[in-house]
């Protein structure tokens, strides 16, 4: 993690080689994880708001980014968790994006988990209450409610409900007005 001036070209294999002896600040793993981060999400008080995007998210905001497809069968490997769990197991609110709605990313269940969400009934004692989560997709915004689990909050303009629901891998409780 490092803070630069200016703009560079993005790379992929050269990337520590082109930042680091240039970066205003450096951190390393431990720095992030045990000296930014706990402030940062842990407090009650977020300093700052991080948007990601899994490639799929289940009915309650659990996330994977690490694979598709199942031990034994056809596989697709993903770019990683990165800092996913680590952010999303300590945060009260969450926020992801997603640019294209459809039941392959909203899905009944994960491929692989790598995002804490909130606990399903019976599944964990979560004596602090659900955490917020926030989805915003080219269809819709989807938000947790007093269960934990994710509801629609509000369709974009020209959107249904049926095309939501025909895009979405599991079922909404479609508990507010829209």
């Known amino acids: 993690n490092t803070l630069l001036l200016g703009t560079r070209p993005l790379t992929l294999g050269k990337d520590e080689a082109v930042t680091l002896p240039n970066a205003l600040v450096g951190w390393d793993y431990i720095d992030v994880n045990l000296g930014i981060m706990p402030p940062a999400f842990i407090d009650g008080r ?3 708001t991080e948007f990601m995007r899994p490639a799929q998210i289940d009915a309650w905001g ?22 996913i769990p680590d ?6 609110r969450v926020f992801y994006y997603v640019p294209r ?3 392959d990313v ?7 988990v790598s995002g804490v969400g909130n606990a399903r009934p019976g ?6 209450g659900p955490k917020k989560i926030v989805v915003i997709t080219e269809l819709c915004v989807l938000m947790s409610d007093e269960s934990g689990a994710l509801d629609i909050v509000s369709l974009h303009n020209g959107v249904t409900k049926d095309q939501v629901v025909a895009a979405t891998g599991f079922k909404l409780p479609w508990q507010r007005d829209l």
């Not at 909203?106 to 692989?112: C, I, S, T």
């Open 62 to 83: 659990w996330t994977n980014n690490v694979q598709i497809g199942q031990p034994g069968g056809r596989q697709i490997r993903l770019p990683g968790a990165a800092g």
């Open 101 to 103: 709605h459809t039941r």
């Open 123 to 128: 599944q964990i004692d979560n004596s602090y």
């Open 46 to 48: 977020p300093r700052w």
């Open 106 to 112: 909203f899905v009944e269940q994960l491929d692989h």
């Open 87 to 92: 952010a999303t197991s300590v945060s009260r």
